[in-house]
């Protein structure tokens, strides 16, 4: 079994919410007690609906916010130990790309300069060598040399991420966050960026959390994957089998709404009922339970456990109770 590099455990985070005249004060759950871990080398994809909590997770786990509870471990270690250098060591072994390259970039900067950024943050190297690993780094992912010279805004959308990317390699890090990276690129170029990231995971021995709504992006990119609904998590294990024998109600829903190019398929339309609940105030319980067809007695009262439905696969549904 390969080492477990990230582990998340009973994670929170809380957001107190003022009240007003038109709105109800309080405290927002945006996440809420979970866990989960991802081994070295692997890529764990979180998915569930818009404002379920999964930027958050990624936020807390590049340390641009701080949990309200929990544990954020890196290699063994919780990252918010240690002293401001310990932190600045993790940084440098974290490194993200976001979804839109068009706001990821400063559009005052040459790309040489966009990517020698973390090289300069850390003190790595003198000019000669930081203009030798830009070099290098554009290479990587694909662009010529001559793009060190250029400006953001004279690039097309893919190759604009190429330079997110670049930035993103350049202090040689073990563990990247991908929220949402193809979603704002043109169909036509996704598939580029999709592979350039597969071969520079395999290349440097990257390890991979990626943030999607695209359900087909996370079947075929990842290996694991954890589904959250409202702060929580309702089901992980390997993509696979999660996509092959969904077993919480919601994630059935999920991929039951995946479009399938079959004139003749037919997805069911009462998988899900009515409005996703507001964090400010979730439903008792199973917070799935109000828009669940198969909930029963215990749903509206009892918070699920997770249950083992196969190898390293779990979900938290009272109808796996045995």
């Known amino acids: 079994m390969s ?21 109800k004060g309080g405290t927002v759950r945006a996440v809420d007690g979970v866990s989960f871990s991802i081994a070295a080398g692997e890529t764990f994809a979180l998915v569930g609906e818009s404002g379920c909590g999964k930027t958050t997770i990624a936020k807390m786990v590049l340390m641009l916010e701080a949990p309200t509870d929990g544990a954020i471990r890196f290699a063994g270690r919780d990252i918010r130990e240690g002293t401001a250098a310990d932190h600045k060591a993790y940084r440098r072994q974290a490194q993200a790309v976001f979804q839109d390259p068009y706001a990821s970039l400063n559009p005052r900067l040459r790309v040489r300069t966009i990517i020698a950024e973390p090289l300069l943050a ?3 190297g003198d000019s000669e ?19 060190a010279d250029l400006f953001p805004h004279e690039f097309s959308g893919g190759q604009r991420q190429r330079v997110a990317i670049a930035r993103a390699l350049a202090l040689n890090p073990r563990f990247m966050v991908l929220d949402e990276p193809i979603s704002a690129l043109d169909v036509s170029i996704r598939a580029q960026i999709l592979n350039l990231l597969a071969d520079i995971q395999e290349e440097f021995a990257l390890t991979y959390l990626i943030i999607a709504h695209d359900l087909a ?7 694991r994957v954890g589904v959250m609904y409202l702060g929580s998590m309702v089901e992980t294990g390997p993509t696979a089998e999660v996509f092959a024998r969904p077993s919480h109600p919601y994630t ?4 039951a709404s995946v479009p399938r190019p079959d004139p003749d398929h037919r997805p069911p339309l009462d998988m899900i009922r009515g409005e996703i609940a507001s964090a400010l ?4 319980g199973c917070k799935f ?34």
């Open 129 to 147: 060598a930081i203009k030798g690993r830009v070099k290098e780094l554009l290479d990587i992912v694909g662009l010529p040399a001559t793009a």
């Open 281 to 284: 105030a979730p439903p008792p």
């Open 252 to 255: 059935q829903a999920l991929l």
């Open 289 to 322: 339970h109000p828009r669940c067809p198969k909930a029963f007695a215990p749903c509206p009262v009892e918070i699920p456990a997770a249950h083992a439905t196969g190898q390293d696969h779990h979900a938290t549904c009272h109808l796996l109770r045995t």
């Open 217 to 223: 992006l996370v079947e075929h990119f990842s290996t």
């Open 122 to 124: 850390h003190g790595v």
């Open 3 to 23: 080492e477990v590099l990230l582990e998340i455990q009973d994670l929170k985070k809380h957001f107190k919410v003022r009240g007003g005249l038109l709105r």
